[in-house]
């Protein structure tokens, strides 16, 4: 079990670069529906974000769970590790599967900065959940993929200059498992967008930047395949470990700020000649929080663990991003209720972390899902669908 202690370097260091983006920073940045862009340079230039990079690319070579503790900070000192945590979870797609000369290529340019790898496009609108029924194809044509299709919810293609995108190489029928014949690439978006790719931003709930995408003939180097051909969805299944893991995390540090806010306050509210807090209807569902927030942060060590061991980590990281999202989602209901008419109020930002939390009982996998994948791969009930 990592040992939390061993983090507080890097939680002392992303706290304080995160104080100089206090709440009115990441309020003004939601009421204008805009990118949070001086606060992800922040981290880049501090290397936060090229955390998973190997150093001899230019990174820092730390593990997911260091990973894990710096978007868990943003979170917990109010920000939206949304913003950013796509390079966190697309880095291992590269680095896990990726050819020595894609990783020489691309990764030291994106630990210095120079490149942002913060997208990856999957989702599509008739497939759903259900990936290996995406009807985005790619076609070898001589030295290039002709990519045609349509993906739905791709996050900061806006903010990114590298997408990993999952296609279809072998038609569904012509496979003997649904789950190959899929594939991996890496989309230089600079060269992509008006060039058969085209971006239609989704206006959506949260203040985060996702979008429809349509590609018409859009066509890629052969050398941007990732791995091999036909073993896609094995590679993006890693990747998913990852990015359920560390925004389990997020998940956490949310959790943390919601408890901590509501604690602070209905110490000092006065109704009645006496603190809210006082009254145990008040105090119960704030207690339960933190001990559904601190039994999740457990889970998300052991999936840390598991993931830096190169050991199976699957059930481990779809229960701890199960627990983390559910204990933050009853800590925002906690704090929104007992701020009482306040808590709606812009300027005392739980509304804002409330829409933030929310999302993750359905992205980046929905409950649903993550409770059908324990009955069917960890208790071998039969499969449903
Ligand atoms: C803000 C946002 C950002 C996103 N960013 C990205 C991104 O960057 N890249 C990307 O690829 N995707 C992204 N997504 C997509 C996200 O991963 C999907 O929305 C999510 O996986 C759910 O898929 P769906 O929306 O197609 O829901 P559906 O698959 O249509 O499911 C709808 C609901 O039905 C339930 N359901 C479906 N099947 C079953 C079943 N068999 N049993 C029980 N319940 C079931 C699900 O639990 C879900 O709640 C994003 C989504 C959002 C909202």
Not at 2 to 15: E, M, S, W
Request: charged letters at 20%; glycine letters at 8%.
């Amino acid at each position: 079990m990592p040992d939390p202690d061993r983090h507080q370097d890097i939680r002392d260091a992303v706290r304080a670069l995160c104080a100089g983006f206090p709440d009115e920073y990441h309020r003004k940045i939601d009421a204008q529906r805009a990118y949070p862009a001086e606060f992800v340079e922040a981290l880049t230039k501090a290397g936060w974000l090229a955390a998973l990079i190997p150093q001899q690319y230019g990174g820092s070579g730390l593990g997911l769970a260091e990973a894990s503790v710096i978007m868990e900070e943003i979170n917990r000192a109010g920000g939206n590790a949304g913003a950013c945590h796509g390079q966190m979870y697309n880095m291992g797609t590269l680095l896990r599967h990726g050819s020595q000369a894609q990783k020489a290529l691309i990764l030291p340019r994106i630990a210095s900065g120079e490149l942002r790898l913060q997208s990856m496009g999957v989702t599509e609108p008739t497939a759903g959940t259900d990936t290996t029924k995406i009807r985005t194809t790619a076609v070898k044509k001589g030295d290039r993929w002709v990519v045609n299709g349509q993906k739905v919810w791709i996050s900061r293609v806006q903010h990114s200059d590298l997408m990993i995108l999952l296609a279809r190489t072998t038609p569904l029928a012509e496979v003997a498992k649904r789950s190959e014949g899929l594939s991996v690439f890496i989309v230089d978006l600079r060269q992509a967008i008006g060039h058969g790719m085209t971006v239609r931003p989704i206006p959506n709930m949260v203040n985060h930047e996702t979008n429809e995408l349509f590609f018409e003939n859009l066509e890629i180097p052969a050398e941007n395949l990732i791995g091999q051909e036909g073993q896609g969805f094995r590679y993006i299944l890693d990747g998913l470990n990852a990015e359920r893991t560390l925004i389990a995390a997020e998940c956490i540090g949310d959790g943390r700020w919601f408890i901590d806010r509501v604690s602070a306050y209905v110490k000092d509210r006065v109704v009645f000649g006496r603190p809210i807090g006082q009254n145990q209807g008040v105090q119960f569902p704030i207690a339960e929080a933190h001990i559904e927030v601190e039994a999740a942060d457990l889970m998300r060590w052991e999936a840390c663990r598991l993931f830096d061991a190169h050991q199976p980590c699957g059930a481990q990281a779809n229960m701890a991003k199960y627990l983390a999202a559910k204990a933050s989602w009853e800590a925002a209901n906690a704090c929104l209720q007992f701020h009482g008419g306040f808590g709606f109020a812009c300027e005392y930002d739980i509304e804002r972390k409330f829409r933030e939390t929310r999302l993750y009982q359905v992205a980046p996998i929905s409950t649903n899902l993550i409770l059908s994948y324990v009955a069917e791969h960890v208790l071998g009930l039969p499969r449903s669908f």
